[in-house]
């Protein structure tokens, strides 16, 4: 049996434990893989028993960047497919250089999933039709705002890392009211109601990369 028809290993990285077990169901009945499921904590342990896995990541989006980053620093990385509610914000040139092979939405069908499975199995490459149509939601509120300053583009930069006020703070040796008061200039700019949803639109209207 060839390598793209042999059934092959893959781990979910998930919190969410009901979405990671309705992936496993799906991928043994329809292409008859082997599916570990663990916490992000959990993941290079679980790779290092099995080095040809692939590595399924359903997070947040900051989070799963973040390990996106990690991994490539590993020895041996794995590829890497997302799973995001907006997956567009994924499939960039850098995150491709991290390991990602595909990127697909939290809806898509067990089908779509196990077909980019047995793909990026054969070493391919998949991109869902949604990634390739950024929120126009998003883009109108990047377009919409003022500028951000050169200062406010470092802090948001800063969340996508996932850093909180107090490590914002740290880090440019400025004080947490003053992280606070540039925070809130930069959701009133993107037009976002917190940060997670203000680094979503940063990605999709181009003011960051993975």
């Not at 995001?84 to 990602?100: E, K, N, V």
């Not at 779509?112 to 991109?127: Q, S």
């Amino acid at each position: 049996m060839s390598r793209e028809t042999r059934p092959g290993t893959m781990i979910v990285v998930s919190d969410d434990s009901m979405y990671a077990a309705r992936i496993e169901a799906a991928l043994h009945e329809l292409a008859g893989w082997r599916v570990h499921v663990c916490k992000p904590r959990q993941l290079r342990g679980l790779f290092e028993e099995h080095p040809e896995a692939i590595v399924t990541v359903v997070l947040a989006d900051a989070e799963a960047r973040r390990m996106l980053r990690a991994i490539r620093a590993w020895p041996r990385s794995p590829a890497v497919i997302a799973l995001s509610d907006d997956p567009a914000t994924f499939w960039t040139s850098a995150s491709r250089a991290l390991g990602l092979r595909a990127a697909l939405p939290l809806r898509a069908t067990a089908e779509e999933l196990a077909g980019a499975v047995r793909a990026v199995h054969a070493g391919l490459f998949v991109l869902h039709p949604e990634a390739l149509v950024p929120s126009r939601a998003g883009d109108t509120a990047v377009a919409a705002g003022a500028p951000l300053t050169s200062r406010e583009r470092e802090i948001l930069e800063l969340m996508a890392d996932g850093a909180n006020n107090r490590i914002i703070a740290s880090r440019l040796a400025i004080s947490r009211h003053t992280v606070k008061f540039h925070v809130a200039s930069i959701l009133a700019k993107l037009g976002a109601g917190s940060r997670t949803e203000a680094v979503a639109l940063a990605l999709r209207g181009g003011l960051l990369t993975v």
